[in-house]
T-cell receptor
Framework: RKEVEQDPGPFNVPEGATVAFNCTYS??????FFWYRQDCRKEPKLLMS???SGNEDGRFTAQLNRASQYISLLIRDSKLSDSATYLC??????????FGTGTRLKVLA | SQTIHQWPATLVQPVGSPLSLECTVE??????LYWYRQAAGRGLQLLFY??????ISSEVPQNLSASRPQDRQFILSSKKLLLSDSGFYLC????????FGEGSRLTVL
């Protein structure tokens, strides 16, 4: 079983739609959780950290479920510019950041 | 503010040739530094991390090596490249979250 698993997609959604991604992790001792966005042929960029209480940044909401060992990302009112690959990242240990393979999102006009 | 740069951005090298990728961080001291590789259509794989000058930890056996000659400089090297070394190489530093350089795209022919 992979340490961090994501549905690769692609998720094709119309503009204005709400879309949700899930990510599961295997190490129950994992300490920190993040969502990154990666555009084609570019470096990953931090979208948001995921806190135990859940957090929201504009149209984006992230949640953590430690009991079931998954994190989620919800995007409301999708924009064409949201089209990208979304990477789930789990930190297990001080220096060990484990990346999922990413979920591709395409927002269609 | 902190910035991270890596170069070259793109390179095409023949099999058996040497490699040197450089990464520098500005605006912070004693950062934790990382080298990741992303093969086409795959997730990020941690290659090396460093917690200080001369301190290198390797995550996977390979024909690559890393060095940290200065506090904010991290170098990825190879004496003889293989076809399988092709990929997108990313340098990063951490402060809780990971922050990436722009990446170096290597094609080995």
């Amino acid at each position: 079983r992979k340490e961090v698993e994501q549905d690769p997609g692609p998720f094709n959604v119309p503009e204005g739609a709400t879309v949700a991604f899930n990510c599961t992790y295997s190490n129950s001792a994992s300490q920190s959780f993040f969502w990154y966005r990666q555009d084609c042929r570019k470096e990953p960029k931090l979208l948001m950290s995921v806190y135990s209480s859940g957090n929201e940044d504009g149209r984006f909401t992230a949640q953590l479920n430690r009991a079931s060992q998954y994190i989620s990302l919800l995007i409301r009112d999708s924009k064409l510019s949201d089209s990208a690959t979304y990477l789930c990242v789990v930190r297990s240990g001080t220096y060990k950041y484990i990346f999922g393979t990413g979920t591709r999102l395409k927002v269609l006009a | 503010s902190q910035t991270i740069h890596q170069w070259p951005a793109t390179l095409v090298q023949p099999v058996g040739s040497p490699l040197s990728l450089e990464c520098t961080v500005e605006g912070t001291s004693n950062p934790n530094l990382y080298w990741y590789r992303q093969a086409a259509g795959r997730g990020l794989q941690l290659l090396f991390y460093s917690v200080g000058i001369g301190q290198i930890s390797s995550e996977v056996p390979q024909n690559l090596s890393a060095s940290r000659p200065q506090d904010r400089q991290f170098i990825l090297s190879s004496k003889k490249l293989l076809l399988s070394d092709s990929g997108f190489y990313l340098c990063a530093w951490s402060a809780g979250e990971l922050f990436f350089g722009e990446g170096s795209r290597l094609t080995v022919l």
